[in-house]
């Protein structure tokens, strides 16, 4: 349906110009028109490409000369509208609940993220746009929107199911992860099919174990403005060759998402960053890049490539059917040195807290901040924590039962392990275990291949609000 309406030009009321506009089947109005009035707030000098269609620049929205209160023109505040209303909302939230509000807005601008967390709008179900998906995403994290992500399998029209496995097994490390469609679209939740259903499991059982890591990075955009979801450059500003990769992301500093982007397609071909990574779904499968490689991964429909670097330590749960559920399961931490350390070191954060308070701080005794450290040195491994606010976690019975090391130099049984500088005898239900892990790239050193050994500590019983210290020494080959 068309009708013809004039519309009163604000900043020059004694004219008027004709603007043609249709009604789509749901009432909403789509203009048309090649110019909404003829001011130079509507046709500016600088041009914008709206909706990729090189219309005007008030295209489906207010025209850019309406006057707001007080003689502020839509031309200044358009940008900040949505921002204001999220301070605002925020604000009532608080004050109605005394809770730390959730507030999810498409209308954001530079600092939003403080307020608002952000979904991208009107994504199609297509492999392009599950591509541009990612670098969406790392710009937000840039603007200061941290919590942000896609409409997962895209919101119109219907995604294949295939698009939907590649989808979820991105959208699953998303800062914000959600599957949404159009209401007229056809229905494309997870599990209408099964074997979308068995990615969104593998892929966000993986998300639910790394909720604690993904907390803290919470706390970390919260307190410093660093984004969640980032850019290979973030963490290596000197290798040059990831400057303007868009087809990977890192979570935070330590893991990196290598997903398939591309319509049939079983491997991905992955940029990695000099160091060494630690496959997060087969931790004795390892990558060691010297200078920086691709390296070409395989990626059957149900696997998505998730790679831990060296020197990290990840806080990590046991998932559960709920966010609720899974951040009361027992923590198990992940230790990563470089391929065959002999001398190395290791840390990583973990923030935790009552997360309905108004505000994630410290001070308040409802969280408890912890920094774990580790080093392998002379044979020696030594793992241990410096607890902040130790009432909260002691409270809530957080207990650390598994420890995993990668990237151990030597061969043969480790041995000798320490709890708070006690011996673990035999009578213990503690269990020191170690396997050889295997290259997926070939590293040589001189003639001779390093070996890497993988080693657990299972059966602890540490309290994730005391300070512990966990030691033990490795094995050499005789």
């Not at 850019?64 to 209160?69: D, F, G, K, L, P």
């Not at 973990?350 to 001070?363: I, N, P, R, S, V």
């Not at 041995?415 to 011996?423: N, Q």
């Amino acid at each position: 349906m068309k009708l013809q309406i004039f519309v009163r030009d604000c900043a020059k009321s004694q004219r008027t110009s004709s603007v043609q506009v249709e009604l789509d089947q749901v009432g909403t109005v789509a203009w048309i028109a090649k110019n909404i009035t003829e001011t130079r707030w509507d046709d500016p000098p600088y041009k914008i490409n709206a909706s990729g269609l090189q219309v005007p620049i008030g295209y489906k929205t207010i025209a850019t000369s309406a006057v707001h209160y007080n003689g502020v023109l839509e031309y200044d505040a358009h940008s900040i509208y949505g921002f204001s209303q999220a301070i605002a909302t925020h604000k009532a939230l608080q004050g109605l609940e005394g809770k730390r509000p959730f507030i999810l807005s498409r209308s954001t601008y530079v600092g939003s993220g403080k307020y608002a967390a952000h979904w991208t709008g009107d994504n199609q179900g297509t492999w392009e746009d599950l591509k541009y998906s990612i670098s969406t995403m790392i710009n937000f994290g840039i603007f200061g929107v941290p919590m942000v992500g896609s409409d997962i399998c895209g919101f119109y029209p219907a995604p294949t199911e295939e698009l939907c496995n590649r989808w979820i097994e991105v959208g699953a490390f998303y800062p914000f992860s959600r599957d949404h469609a159009n209401y007229y679209s056809p229905r494309q939740e997870l599990y209408q099919w099964d074997s979308v259903a068995k990615s969104a499991r593998n892929a966000l059982g993986m998300r639910y174990k790394i909720l604690p890591y993904l907390y803290t990075l919470n706390y970390e955009a919260h307190t410093t403005g660093a984004p969640i979801a980032r850019p290979l450059f973030f963490s290596f500003p000197d290798y040059t060759e990831c400057y303007g990769l868009s087809t990977q992301f890192l979570l935070g500093s330590s893991l990196m998402i290598s997903p398939v982007l591309e319509q049939g397609k079983s491997q991905v071909k992955a940029l990695f960053p000099p160091g060494s990574w630690y496959n997060m779904f087969d931790m004795t499968q390892s990558i060691t890049s010297e200078g920086g490689q691709y390296v070409t991964l395989d990626a059957p429909l149900h696997v998505v490539n998730v790679h831990l670097y060296q020197n990290s330590i990840l806080p990590m749960q046991q998932g559960g059917l709920i966010s609720k559920e899974a951040r009361m399961t027992p923590f198990t931490l992940l230790v990563s040195f470089p391929a065959g350390a002999t001398d190395g070191k290791a840390a990583g954060k973990l923030f935790l807290d009552d997360d309905e308070l108004q505000e994630m701080k410290l001070g308040s005794g409802s969280a408890t901040y912890v920094d774990f450290y580790a080093t392998v040195s002379e044979g020696t491994v030594k793992l241990w924590s410096e607890v902040q606010e130790s009432k909260f976690a002691l409270d809530k019975g957080w207990k650390i039962v598994k420890v995993t090391v990668l990237g151990l130099g030597g061969s043969g049984a480790p041995s000798s392990l320490e709890v708070d500088g006690k011996p673990v005898t035999g009578a213990s239900n503690i269990e020191l275990s170690s396997l050889e892990q295997k290259y997926i790239t070939n590293l040589e050193v001189g003639d001779e291949k390093k070996k890497i050994m993988m080693v657990e500590v299972d059966g602890l019983e540490i309290p994730v609000g005391k300070n512990f210290a966990v030691s033990w020494k490795m094995g050499v080959s005789g």
